[in-house]
């Protein structure tokens, strides 16, 4: 018996593979890039600048992974734009969202010695920790403007399917982090703050990359109406309410993994160390399977503003098996072959020990996150902000929280966990709902 594909997914599917592809790799770089700073102070004999730099990318957890939904909505801005063949559209987006980001970027370094202080207030460790978190922030910090810039363009070119161009940013970006991070910690002996410094450094060589790909790429006689429209109070407000819907999306989610990181610290240095690199393998599986959901909400933006929403459906549930394949493989590596994974990431035998009696919540939570991803992406591609903001508040509030305080007051790294897993559960559940509710893509709300 020949497997017969659908129609209505023969139409798709190869130029859906194609940009997951390459879509996956490029996201992959981001954690990648960051296994690599902790597995290079890993790897030092005193174990407070892997546990410091554990605990300021808390802060960078804020500051950055939420202001993605910079990356996001350019994306479904710029994807509908193409699809309706509005070629001084998709300039717009990229002007005004690249706007935003450069006002965001130049708030954060000036506000930057009030966001340390109140962080590390907030935040808890040993001394020793604290003070290499600081360095480690205090160097990273000034990449703040090539970070958010480096999302606009790489939502911009994701949403024109232009792929290769981002697949060689992140490359640049995040192959250049490698090679300093070797130069500053291991040669150097710069440590916490040779980390900070070189993923700074690293991310302006990515956005020289991509201004000379947009000077390159773009069709300059609609430069003059595109800059006539960017300042469009009523299309500037309307990109905001979807930035902002898209930014609580981001803000439960990174305070979620923000409050596990924390209170892992309070557990002890050596929880810290381990929750913390577990946490670093999910992440590595999530921003995997999220190079799969940018391709889909790139194509459901696509379909949508061409006005063909019958093929929205179809590019989720090839999304969402895709997405399941892949984490299923990451969690079951880690769980099958522990020893080789955890000895990668640190020679410290205390951690890598305690860490395989953790690794088996990587199943539940990876699998649940990959589909409640996806569904983010089919909502991101239909600019419903709004149901993604709804979502996170609601896995945040009635799936994290109340596990979560069980867990301080039990001091049990288990009930973290399951908090986290819960959130997700919660999340997916009603993306599902709402999906089930609403009409078929054809909502353009945000």
Known sequence: MVFAIPESYKSFLPRFYRLSIVGVFSNMMVPLAGLCDTAFLGHLSDIHYLAGVILGSILFDYLYRILKFLRNST????????????DAGVLVAVLRCGLVAFAIAVVILLLQYP??????????????????????FNARIWGAPAVLLNFVLIGWFLGREKNGIVFLISLMANGSNVLLDYLMINRWGWESAGAGLATA????LGLLVGLIAMVLTIDWSYVGKAMAQVFDRQALGSTLILKGNILVRFLALISAYSIFTNLSATFGTVSLAENGLLLQIALLSQFTVQGVGMTAQTLI???????????CLAVLKTAIVTSLLISLGFALSVVVFPETMFTLLTSHTEVSQAMGSYATWLVPLLTITSVAFMLEGYFIGLKEGAV????????????????????????????????????????MLFLVYKLVKMPLAESTAV
């Open 75 to 86: 994306n479904a801005l710029t994807a509908q734009a193409v699809g309706a063949e509005d």
């Open 115 to 136: 966001i340390h202080q109140l962080g590390f207030l907030i935040l808890s460790g040993a001394p020793e920790t604290e003070q290499a978190g600081l360095a480690y």
């Open 201 to 204: 450094l690293s991310q302006y």
């Open 301 to 311: 933006g696509n379909f949508n503003g061409q006005g063909r929403p019958e093929n």
């Open 388 to 427: 993604l903001r709804n979502g996170a508040l609601l896995g945040f509030g009635v799936g994290f929280m109340p596990l979560v305080v069980l867990a301080m007051y039990l001091q049990n790294s288990y009930l973290l966990w399951t908090a986290l897993t819960a959130y997700m559960t919660v999340l």
